[in-house]
């Protein structure tokens, strides 16, 4: 019998095509993702060498990091950069013959939203994009991650890869999730507990009962921000939940396929007694709704507590946290509760899936966003849009004040028009805090849909407990 | 690819940590469609202020360190976005080697395929590299990729470990795509055998 093998260890062997003595892999890739920001130079390179895309039918491109959210974006772009990004997009996509779900389509949204809609992401799959945020397919047992330009290029050429393999992690979360804890509470509270360089060289497995509690949409907000962990990949075992979100979807398998990889999904988990380079157990009973106080990720803290001193901080991190709170403009010892909070934004790859709009809506039902506050909803694809109306949310949000915007990135990392402007500070669902990310010196606070929903119904920081 | 075999050269100190790719290239000139012309813009809203004025503090602003080719950093470089406009930038600025604790992973391996080199060494050296890096322009280090070897400028060699096939990539300016197309035959072999025991995909 073979040495048991951990769930990253059995995709990676089905997508090895070959081994150097040195361990350098070249890796199989099953999909390919693409959007327009990471693309151009790769196709433009693939043109001056004369190459073609090796398989346009497992390639699958969505223009989401540029496209405004606001109506009339199909006829015109008014930010001339981001126009010509999209429209080369267009091209690339029709010359060399690639799926692609253009603005026009109401399939078009945030790519990782896009993907396991449409049931391009299947578990047991290597799943990549030029974007970090491609984690978000582990969800389904995929196993996936961000790739630089280069590496887009080189995956358009061959459908592979050159890799070695990570380290094993093993991240559990035991138990059950108390009232008014999420997904989000719970990725955020991990990476609050290893650091963002925690998982650098690792794939992250997520396991344990808390984790197989979770539905496809939360499984996919813990995945999404493996990277910000600094994992390689985060995944997820297949499950019956899995299965069930899968069925039935445009391009999951169909009849005897299905059934023959639903055989095959259904031996994609961690043996008994496999080996882990790292392992981390979290309670879930622990877990509080979280807030980020600072410009990175780790900085993370329950809403119950105060901004931290630098003072509380050893190493480098001492300096870093200074430099936070000056860009936060925040003092230690202040109450996370009392922080104002002047914008909010519901959406993006890590939040932008219909259970997050529920989740924001059943806070936000029947009551009005804070005066002057700008509130924004951007669904993450134009079918979760399309669902949130037919289920009523738009208009709840709608009544409360909250704009209702088209699918795309928006304002998490603000290419569009959609940012902050300077000192403006917002709740937002997204999964970077970093200086500058969402505007020029715009603040950010990392939350749950739920938690951001309540901040903006209060004008502050607030603990959703207290509205539930 | 340009070769990668030795540099002699300024190295400048960058102690923060977690220095992030939206840090060494804000989202605005993500916008670009080419790799090239983003060194102006590398660190872009460290650098300068709002008004495009250079901002004196800023270390690759101070005289003594405009001509940087070595950086020094904070633990976990270039984490966040997998943008390679990053390592683009940095190398379109003349950087040629980058020296952490640690690097998030796919920055590294951006890095590499830019001709550049990113080297992790434990703390208490890439401290004492920190420290000749702050000497200024009279400090210059060499980073010498076939012997594995930083130099100080007093004279201290430091061996590097570095992924032997990365290595030779650099010192041979090799385009990944061109090795792995020697090896299409494999891939078609791989695909053939997959479309058999996973139709689906």
Redesign the interface.
């Given at each position: 019998m073979s040495a048991p093998k951990t769930l990253y260890d059995k995709i990676w062997d089905?997508h090895v095509?070959?081994e150097?003595a040195?361990g350098?892999c070249?890796l199989?890739i099953?999909r390919h993702l693409v959007h327009e920001?990471?693309s151009?130079?790769a196709f433009?390179g693939l043109r001056m060498?004369g190459?073609q895309v090796?398989c346009p039918e497992?390639t699958i491109a969505v223009p989401d990091?540029?496209v405004p959210t606001t109506e009339g974006r199909e006829t015109h772009i008014d930010?001339e950069?981001?126009r010509?990004?999209v429209e080369?997009l267009d091209k690339n996509a029709r010359d060399f013959g690639i799926n692609y779900y253009p603005v026009t389509d109401i399939r078009q949204g945030i790519v990782h939203i896009v993907g396991p809609e449409q049931g391009w992401t299947?578990p047991?799959?290597t799943v990549v994009c030029?974007?970090?945020h491609t984690a978000t397919h582990g969800a389904f047992g995929a196993l996936a991650?961000?790739?630089?330009?280069?590496?887009v290029?080189?995956v358009l050429?061959?459908?592979?890869l050159?890799q070695?393999k990570?380290k094993n992690m093993k991240v559990e979360i035991t138990g059950q999730l108390k009232p008014g804890v999420t997904a989000k509470d719970i990725t955020l509270a991990v990476i609050g507990k290893t650091?963002?360089?925690g998982g650098?060289?690792h794939v992250i497995e997520y396991c344990g009962e808390a984790i197989r509690a979770l539905s496809m949409e939360g499984r996919m907000t813990v995945c999404n921000m493996a990277i910000?962990g600094?994992a390689?990949a985060g995944l997820i075992a297949p499950d019956e939940t899995t299965f069930a979100y899968v069925m039935g979807r445009p391009h999951?398998?169909k009849g005897a396929?299905?059934e023959?990889?639903l055989t095959?999904w259904k031996t994609l988990f961690t043996d008994e007694g496999a080996h882990f380079d790292k392992v981390i157990t979290i309670r879930g009973e622990d877990i509080e709704p979280v807030v980020t106080w600072g410009t990175?990720p780790?900085d993370v803290l329950p809403i119950s507590a105060v901004v931290p001193a630098p003072e509380d901080f050893t190493?480098?991190?001492v300096?870093?946290a200074k430099?936070a709170l000056d860009y936060m403009g925040l003092t230690p010892g202040q109450k996370l509760t009392d922080i104002a909070i002047d914008t909010v934004f519901i959406g993006s790859c890590t939040n932008g899936r219909i259970e997050d709009l529920r989740a924001a809506a059943e806070i936000v039902k029947g009551k009005k966003v804070k005066e002057g506050m700008r509130a924004m909803v951007v669904p993450g694809s134009g079918l979760v849009r399309a669902q949130a109306e037919e289920e009523g949310l738009a208009q709840i949000f709608l009544d409360a004040g909250f704009e209702w915007r088209l699918a795309g990135c928006s304002m998490c990392?603000?290419?569009n028009p959609d940012q902050l402007g300077e000192y403006e500070r917002c709740a937002s669902t997204s999964n970077?805090n970093?200086?500058?990310?969402q505007g020029?010196k715009g603040r950010t606070h990392l939350v749950s849909p739920a938690m951001a929903a309540a901040a903006a119904l209060t004008g502050h920081l607030t603990d959703v407990r207290e509205m539930m | 690819m340009e070769k990668f075999t030795k540099v002699t050269g300024i190295a400048a100190p960058m102690?923060?940590?977690?220095i992030?790719t939206?840090?060494i290239i804000?989202?605005?000139f993500?916008?670009?469609?080419?790799?090239t012309g983003l060194g102006v813009h590398a660190f872009d809203?460290m650098r300068y202020d709002?008004q495009g004025n250079e901002i004196p503090d800023f270390v690759l602003n101070k005289p003594q360190y405009r001509k940087t080719e070595i950086l020094v950093a904070?633990?976990?470089f270039g984490?966040?976005?997998?943008?390679?406009h990053a390592?683009w930038a940095l190398a379109d600025f003349g950087i040629k080697v980058i020296i952490s604790t640690?690097?998030?992973?796919?920055f590294f391996?951006?890095s590499f395929?830019?001709g550049m080199l990113p080297i992790v060494l434990p703390q208490e050296q890439v401290d004492l590299l920190m420290s000749d890096a702050e000497k200024g322009e009279n400090a210059r280090m060499t980073v010498d990729l076939e012997a594995q070897e930083i130099t100080t400028s007093d004279g201290q060699v430091i061996k590097f470990e570095v992924?032997?096939?990365k290595k030779h990539c650099l010192l041979n300016g090799l385009d990944?795509?061109g090795?792995?197309?020697e090896?299409?035959t494999?891939?078609d072999t791989?695909?053939g055998q997959?479309a058999q025991s996973?139709?689906?995909?």
């Open positions: 089905a095509v070959s150097d040195d350098t070249l199989y099953d920001v990471t151009p130079q433009e060498a190459r090796r497992k990091h540029n930010n950069e981001s010509i990004q080369a299947l047991g799959m030029g974007d970090s991650h961000g790739i630089g330009t280069s590496e290029e080189h050429a061959t459908q592979t050159i070695k990570s650091g963002t360089g650098t060289g910000e600094g390689r999951a398998p396929q299905w023959a990889a095959w990175s780790e190493g480098g991190k300096e870093a430099r990392l603000a290419m970077r970093f200086e500058g990310r020029y | 102690p923060l940590v977690n992030d939206d840090m804000p989202k605005g993500l916008k670009t469609i080419k790799r809203e709002r904070g633990d976990n984490c966040g976005s997998s943008r390679e390592p640690s690097f998030a992973d796919i391996n951006n395929k830019n992924d032997a096939f990944d795509i090795l792995t197309l090896k299409a494999a891939i791989f695909e997959a996973r139709p689906w995909v």
